[in-house]
């Protein structure tokens, strides 16, 4: 079984909209987008309903180290919409290629510059020892003639032209580990319509008990095949009701045992805020799952990666304020299941929002899942 990561709640940020980058797991404030927000486009950003900036709920740094995949730079985002009515999500994958992609040119064009700079150096550096071979080659005839006055000042005219760029080196290191103004909370734009959820920062511990608990409550449904064969055999004349009784009551049984083992995954960890498992299987609370369908980019069928469990609004409803509140009371949901491309493929650089420093920008799909009223034969299964 593969390996279940939990996000557990760590410490509130000292602002909703303090500034974190990429790579930081959290829940709630701003995303930390790897580029200016300015080059995504409006429809990752805004709900496609009413309109309104979608606001942030949780953002996974989730890099893939398996083969044949190897993405390092790779961030999944959940947004959600402000507007209660509209119950929209959104899951927003950003990465750049790894090793099953292109390379990366910026790198490479980089790398590549330092080589020619360092090459360039050294060739200097060769043909100036190189020169001064051949002077003290050409001068030996005139070595009685050399002025050691001037000799002093040509060799101290060198040594400060020799530590000029030294100097500029340092200067601009110092420049950038200048925090800048930017980096102030307060400095930080924000659209005047949007709201920020309270916000804080998530630590991963691996859920060992998914190992060993594919199990729970399995007995239930052979159970009740048990007795409904022996009444059936009886009261041969009760047979056609009695089949239809025992269909409802084992199909609400197994809508029972999904969110009883739901809930019991949930209770042994109460304080995680989401579940990642790439590739595996999403914890149900209901048995009805939409589809997730293909890939929009590749064609390629989705699998699951990453959802969100309740316990998330509960801590968000701890730190909310005003609009906050409201937002987070009409959040019935007990998971958000987040499906993403099973190739993790990217856009190429032809595309229209793949131009960001080779940043590839790809919306996935969300699943909600919400509680459901037992159905009166369940109700007759518990308590009869």
């Known amino acids: 079984m593969r390996e279940v990561i939990l996000g557990l709640p760590g410490p509130w940020a000292d602002h909703n909209l303090e500034l974190a980058d990429h790579y930081t ?14 080059s995504l486009g409006l429809d990752f950003i805004e709900c496609g309903s009413c309109r309104s900036k979608l606001c942030l709920i949780s953002q996974v740094y989730a890099p893939i180290h398996g ?11 959940v947004l959600g919409c402000p507007n209660p009515p509209c119950r929209s999500w959104r899951a927003i994958r950003v990465q750049k290629p790894g090793n099953c992609g292109e390379p990366e040119l910026v790198d490479s064009q980089a790398a590549s510059a330092i080589v020619s700079s360092s090459a360039s150096e050294i060739k200097a550096s060769n043909d100036l020892y190189s020169f001064e071979a051949e002077s003290e080659d ?10 050691l006055e001037e000799l002093g000042r040509a060799l101290f005219e060198a040594a400060s032209l020799a530590s000029k760029p030294a100097k500029q080196d340092v200067k601009s290191n110092t420049e950038t580990k200048t925090i800048p103004p930017s980096l102030n909370p307060n400095s930080r734009k924000v659209d005047a319509t949007s709201m920020e959820l309270p916000c804080f920062y998530v630590y991963s511990q691996e859920d060992k008990s998914s190992r060993d608990s594919s199990a729970v409550c399995s007995s239930y449904p052979s159970l009740s095949a ?8 009886n009261d041969p ?3 056609e009701t009695w089949e239809e009784e025992r269909y409802e009551y084992d199909k609400a049984l197994s809508a029972d045992r999904i969110y009883l083992k739901f809930k019991k995954r949930l209770d042994k960890w109460p304080e995680q805020c989401f579940r990642y498992c790439f590739g595996g299987k999403p914890l149900l609370a209901t048995g009805d799952i939409a589809d997730p369908k293909t890939c929009d980019l590749c064609g390629e069928p989705r699998h699951f990666e990453l959802q969100l469990m309740s316990p998330l609004v509960y801590f968000l409803q701890e730190g909310a304020i005003g609009g906050q509140r409201n937002l987070l009371e009409n959040w019935n949901w007990m998971t958000l299941i987040v499906y993403t491309c099973s190739k993790s493929c990217f856009q190429r650089m032809d595309s229209e929002v793949a131009n960001l420093h080779q940043w590839s920008v790809v ?5 909600a899942q919400f509680e ?3 159905t ?5 299964g518990y308590f009869s």
Do not use: H, M
């Open 138 to 147: 050409d001068g030996d005839d005139d070595d009685d003639d050399i002025n």
């Open 372 to 374: 459901k009223p037992l």
């Open 25 to 38: 797991t959290k829940i709630g404030g701003l995303p930390d987008w790897p580029f200016p927000e300015s």
């Open 67 to 77: 083969a044949p995949l190897k993405i390092e730079e790779r961030v999944i985002y």
């Open 237 to 239: 004349i009760e047979e």
């Open 376 to 380: 009166k034969s369940s109700c007759l």
């Open 226 to 233: 048990e007795e409904a064969q022996a009444k059936d055999s």
């Open 363 to 367: 919306e996935e799909t969300v699943i």
